[in-house]
């Protein structure tokens, strides 16, 4: 293990501020790595809330102040857990100051956005990197290896769903994520990670279709309510430049269903069916199979040969969500020296650029080329983030 250190700051105490200090504190654990990560500070507004993070998560330092941060010659890497409409700015000021930047999906909440935060980082030449982190789960690893090794031919059909309970309960309040520039959409928050692995696996989108719908249009505010300004639940088609159809849907309207997301491709002359609540299996379907073995094979996606398996626990243990984060630090800290991640801010805007699209063909009822987004003139970066 190399004694490099590169100091880490993560802004953002909650849901992804921890996932990702597990990740820096575990990954020394289980990875032999170029250089070592090391949490120095976590920022968030709540002093008290941060300070009882940095507490639990075994970091020394915090502050109320994540500007503060940018000055610090110990902190090489800016790791971006908040809402999504903070992520460009902050992104955009950690990239002036030389810092390599980590950032939460989606990149921003427009496609502008995202554009201006992808100038920021080519313009301060730093390493730059979006949290897809379930790209990293050896068998997506291992999907992905599968269709560029021909394993299922040319594929015709990418279907995906992403189904969340999170939003059925009409007595939840509103908060950052029913606000649009704040929250972005159920299109960014749950599509995003499916998006990046559709132009991941089968490449470029021309145009999309789709449909939206608000079920529950107002949440509770102190003394009152407020407007949901987002879609609850959403439902795409999608034309891939190769002339691949793809389905995606994303809801957070699912009842008695938390986080269940579902990957599947049919090529020419095979199927791989990925579905999360399995998340060490990935099924395949093989044309060239015995008729008399007709059916899909259940492959334990924890071998050594799996892509990121072979840091992980040996197979039959298993591994959950946590390690998807172990093998995104890993990743990160081997990119470290050759200063170029995958997948970038560049690729954190090409997704967003479909979720722009996906958002547009609904609101507008009509198909949209991926063009009328990418080829709009770029607005300024949006508002800062306090
Ligand atoms: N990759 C994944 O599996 C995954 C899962 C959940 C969320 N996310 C993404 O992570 C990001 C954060 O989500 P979360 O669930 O951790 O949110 P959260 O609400 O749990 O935490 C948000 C954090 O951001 C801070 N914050 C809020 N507004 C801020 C502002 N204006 N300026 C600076 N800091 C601010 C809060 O103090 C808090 O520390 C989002 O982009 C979300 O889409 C990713």
Same mark, same amino acid.
């Given at each position: 293990m190399s004694t490099r250190e590169i100091g880490v700051a993560i802004i953002g105490y909650?849901?992804m501020g921890r996932a990702h200090s597990f990740g820096y504190a575990a990954t020394p654990v289980m990875a032999a790595l170029p250089v070592r990560p090391v949490v120095r500070v976590i920022t968030?507004?709540?002093?008290?809330?941060?300070? /009882?993070a940095a507490r639990a998560y075994g970091i020394p330092e915090w502050t %109320?102040?994540?500007?503060?941060v940018l000055d610090r010659p110990d902190i090489d890497l800016v790791d971006i857990c908040?809402?999504?409409?903070?992520?460009?700015? $902050?992104?955009? @000021?950690a990239?002036?100051a030389g810092k390599a930047v980590m950032c939460e999906?989606?990149?921003?909440?427009?496609?502008?956005?995202?554009?201006?935060? !992808?100038?920021?980082?080519?313009?301060?030449?730093v390493l730059n990197a979006i949290g897809?982190n379930? #790209?990293r789960?050896?068998? $997506?690893?291992?999907?992905?290896?599968?269709?560029?090794?021909?394993?299922?031919?040319?594929?015709?059909?990418?279907?995906?769903?992403?189904?969340?309970?999170?939003?059925?309960?009409?007595?939840?309040?509103?908060?950052?994520?029913?606000? #649009?520039?704040?929250?972005?959409?159920?299109?960014?928050?749950?599509?995003?990670?499916?998006?990046?692995? /559709?132009?991941?696996?089968?490449?470029?989108?021309?145009?999309?279709?789709?449909? @939206?719908?608000?079920?529950? #249009?107002?949440? @509770?505010?102190?003394?009152? @309510?407020?407007? !949901?300004? $987002?879609?609850? /639940?959403?439902?795409?088609?999608?034309?891939? %430049?190769? +002339?691949?159809?793809?389905?995606?849907?994303?809801?957070?309207?699912?009842?008695?269903?938390?986080?269940?997301? %579902? !990957?599947?491709?049919? +090529?020419?002359?095979?199927?791989?069916?990925?579905?999360?609540?399995?998340?060490?299996?990935?099924?395949?379907?093989?044309?060239?199979?015995?008729?008399?073995?007709?059916?899909?094979?259940? $492959?334990?996606?924890?071998?050594?040969?799996?892509p990121h398996a072979s840091q992980l626990w040996?197979?039959?243990? +298993?591994i959950?969500?946590g390690e998807s984060f172990v093998d995104q630090v890993a990743d990160l800290m081997h990119a470290w020296d050759a200063g170029r991640f995958d997948?970038d801010?560049?690729?954190?805007? #090409?997704?967003?650029? !479909?979720?722009?699209?996906?958002?547009?063909?609904? &609101?507008? &009822? &009509?198909?949209?080329?991926?063009?009328?987004? %990418?080829?709009?003139?770029?607005?300024?970066?949006?508002?800062?983030?306090?």
């Amino acid at each position: 293990m190399s004694t490099r250190e590169i100091g880490v700051a993560i802004i953002g105490y909650g849901g992804m501020g921890r996932a990702h200090s597990f990740g820096y504190a575990a990954t020394p654990v289980m990875a032999a790595l170029p250089v070592r990560p090391v949490v120095r500070v976590i920022t968030g507004r709540d002093a008290e809330k941060v300070a /009882a993070a940095a507490r639990a998560y075994g970091i020394p330092e915090w502050t %109320t102040d994540w500007r503060s941060v940018l000055d610090r010659p110990d902190i090489d890497l800016v790791d971006i857990c908040t809402p999504p409409g903070t992520h460009a700015a $902050i992104a955009a @000021s950690a990239a002036a100051a030389g810092k390599a930047v980590m950032c939460e999906k989606p990149l921003a909440t427009s496609y502008a956005e995202a554009r201006a935060a !992808v100038a920021a980082v080519d313009e301060a030449g730093v390493l730059n990197a979006i949290g897809f982190n379930y #790209r990293r789960l050896p068998a $997506i690893g291992l999907m992905k290896r599968m269709v560029d090794d021909g394993a299922i031919g040319d594929v015709r059909l990418w279907r995906a769903t992403w189904l969340s309970d999170e939003f059925t309960d009409p007595s939840v309040p509103f908060d950052w994520r029913f606000e #649009r520039w704040q929250g972005g959409t159920t299109i960014a928050d749950l599509g995003a990670h499916l998006l990046d692995m /559709a132009l991941w696996m089968v490449g470029p989108i021309a145009e999309v279709a789709a449909q @939206s719908s608000t079920f529950i #249009r107002q949440r @509770s505010v102190p003394g009152g @309510s407020r407007n !949901v300004e $987002i879609d609850d /639940a959403s439902a795409g088609l999608i034309t891939f %430049t190769s +002339g691949a159809q793809g389905r995606i849907e994303m809801a957070r309207s699912a009842v008695r269903r938390p986080c269940d997301f %579902t !990957v599947e491709l049919n +090529g020419s002359h095979g199927t791989l069916f990925f579905d999360y609540a399995r998340l060490n299996e990935l099924w395949f379907g093989d044309g060239a199979d015995r008729m008399d073995l007709y059916g899909m094979r259940r $492959i334990r996606a924890e071998h050594p040969t799996h892509p990121h398996a072979s840091q992980l626990w040996p197979i039959g243990q +298993g591994i959950g969500y946590g390690e998807s984060f172990v093998d995104q630090v890993a990743d990160l800290m081997h990119a470290w020296d050759a200063g170029r991640f995958d997948p970038d801010f560049a690729q954190g805007a #090409r997704v967003q650029a !479909v979720c722009d699209a996906l958002e547009l063909a609904a &609101r507008d &009822r &009509r198909w949209v080329r991926l063009t009328e987004i %990418t080829e709009a003139a770029v607005a300024p970066i949006g508002r800062p983030a306090d």
